[in-house]
Each structure stands twice: as structure tokens, then as C-alpha cells.
């Protein structure tokens, strides 16, 4: 049973525009959410979080936002850079829990 | 600055070998976790140590084991390595989830391949 699901494999998308890459989740205990950013042959790096108290939550050019009821979160990147062609994974948790839930990746390519 | 490292970037490994996959992680976190990354099923708990000599199954914990006898190391092994294991392999350690907060930090991988 797949809890956490990116349902779009890829993504391409024109350099300086928006891009946006969704996640949706089914276990009502998830409180707490990351994005992660992974270049080939190197491990996932940690991007930005939100707690489900929140819904919103900004760090530069990266937003995640949250919708609580239809249990789903969007990660938007403005202006998308060729440096931010990746494969970019979101992740759950509960509370206290220590394990993280992945989705499947969306790989993100950006266009000159 | 976190630092996980992981033993080999690479590793070719012939069907029925003993392979082991070492981690290491410089920031005293208690929490150190092993994945598998696989095209289209994303990043898959293999097993997870929240403690020295303690261990928990993850998902896909089958033809698997672990070791856990120093708080900064963590290793997996593939007692008698399969074709099917052929993967990507990830380590990560995190501090306890506190609040919600539970950032975990990753090495940068080991591609084994057994042929």
C-alpha cells in the first residue's frame, strides 16, 4: 500500500518558469512533510518541510504548500533553473514517529 | 556540517556472495536508517537502527541483515547476494523525531550490481 504517491514519473518544464510537482498521501497520522532534491550517483538532499500546522511554508525561490483536507502537497519552484533538474522525492511522518515515507520521485528537467 | 559516508561508490558482486555495505555518520545522531532505490518505487526502508545493537525491519527487509555495534556505524548485509538486489543503496542518519522535525541526512549511495 503506497501511503505517500507522486503520481507524475517526469516533468518538463521551460527555464524561468514555474514548475510544480505534486504529492498525495493517504494516512491521516502524517504531520509532518519534506521535499528532497537528488542528482545522479548522489545521495537525496533535504530541501524544505512543512508541519501540518501550517500551510505554507516558503525558503527562496522553492514553496511547499499543504492541503490538509484533500490530503495532498505541491512543491513550486519559481524561476525554475537548469540547476534544478533532479529527481525530486517528498516525504512523510507521523508523530514521534523516526521513519520517513517516500514517494515514487518525479524527475524534473528543465529546458534552456 | 552532517557527513554520512558510505564505504564504496560502486561494488559488482557475483550471485551467492556475502556482500557488506558500510555506513558511517559524524553527528551522533541516534537514528541511522538503510534504503533501496529503485527506478518508479522511490526510496524503500530496508531496515532501521534507533540505538546501538538495536534494529527494526523496514518494508522490504527479505535477504537482508544488519549491524549496529557503534553509535556511528551501520552496516547491511546481503548474506548471499541475489541478481534482484542489484539496486541503489542509501544510508541515512537523523536525531530522535521531536515535534515532528525528523530531518534525515543521506550518504551519497553505493550502486551494487550483482551479476
Known amino acids: 500500500d503506497q501511503q505517500v504517491k507522486q503520481n507524475s514519473p517526469s516533468l518538463s518544464v521551460q527555464e524561468g518558469r514555474i514548475s510544480i510537482l505534486n504529492c498525495d498521501y493517504t494516512?491521516?497520522?502524517?504531520?509532518?512533510f519534506l521535499w528532497y532534491k537528488k542528482y545522479p550517483a548522489e545521495g537525496p538532499t533535504f530541501l524544505i518541510s512543512?508541519?501540518?500546522?501550517?500551510d505554507k511554508n516558503e525558503d527562496g525561490r522553492f514553496t511547499v504548500f499543504l492541503n490538509k483536507s484533500a490530503k495532498h502537497l505541491s512543491l513550486h519552484i519559481v524561476p525554475s533553473q537548469p540547476g534544478d533538474s533532479a529527481v525530486y522525492f517528498c516525504?512523510?511522518?507521523?508523530?514521534?514517529?523516526?521513519?520517513?515515507?517516500f514517494g515514487q520521485g518525479t524527475r524534473l528537467t528543465i529546458n534552456p | 556540517d552532517v557527513k554520512v559516508t558510505q564505504s564504496s561508490r560502486y561494488l559488482v558482486k557475483r550471485t551467492g556472495e556475502k556482500v557488506f555495505l558500510e555506513c558511517v555518520q559524524d553527528?551522533?545522531?541516534?537514528?541511522m536508517f538503510w534504503y533501496r532505490q529503485d527506478p518508479g518505487l522511490g526510496l524503500r526502508l530496508i531496515y532501521f537502527?534507533?540505538?546501538?545493537?538495536?534494529?527494526e525491519k523496514g518494508d522490504i527487509p527479505e535477504g537482508y541483515s544488519v549491524s549496529r555495534e557503534k553509535k556511528e556505524r551501520f552496516s547491511l548485509i546481503l548474506e548471499s547476494a541475489s541478481t534482484n538486489q542489484t539496486s541503489m543503496y542509501l544510508c541515512?542518519?537523523?536525531?530522535?523525531?521531536?515535534?515532528?522535525?525528523?530531518?534525515?541526512?543521506f550518504g551519497p549511495g553505493t550502486r551494487l550490481t550483482v551479476t
Open positions: 553527528m551522533d545522531h541516534e537514528n
Open positions: 541515512a542518519s537523523s536525531f530522535p523525531a521531536s515535534g515532528g522535525a525528523n530531518e534525515q541526512y
Open positions: 494516512n491521516s497520522m502524517f504531520d509532518y
Open positions: 516525504a512523510a511522518s507521523a508523530q514521534g514517529a523516526q521513519k520517513l515515507v
Open positions: 512543512i508541519s501540518s500546522i501550517k
Open positions: 537502527s534507533y540505538d546501538v545493537k538495536m534494529k
